[in-house]
């Protein structure tokens, strides 16, 4: 199977598990930086960690990230691009 199979079969699991998405672009680039995260831990663990990872468990986590990448960007003309509700930080010590 070639990596593509493999990101798309990604995505029809992803989707079976959580059929929904995001219709806030911030919140949908949340997943795909949750996904992100978990590749680059993959990585700097193979690296400085080989006994906690190897280049399967990056390949894996290579394979998720494209899966949530394309559902990001399957869902561009569906984002609400607007502003949050914002409050003032009142009696934050900074």
């Known amino acids: 199977m070639s ?7 990604e995505v029809r699991r992803a989707v079976g598990i959580f059929p929904t ?20 831990k993959a990585v700097l ?19 998720q990230t494209a899966a949530m990448a394309l559902r990001f960007i399957a869902s561009l003309n569906d984002y609400k691009y607007s502003r949050c509700d914002e409050h003032t930080q009142n009696g934050v010590i900074l």
């Open 3 to 9: 990596v593509m199979d493999d990101v798309l079969v």
């Open 45 to 63: 663990q193979s690296v400085y960690e080989p006994e906690k990872s190897n280049a399967d468990d990056v390949r894996e986590e290579a394979i």
């Open 21 to 40: 998405w995001p219709t806030d672009p911030l919140h949908a680039l949340a997943v795909l930086g949750e996904e992100y995260g978990e590749l680059n």
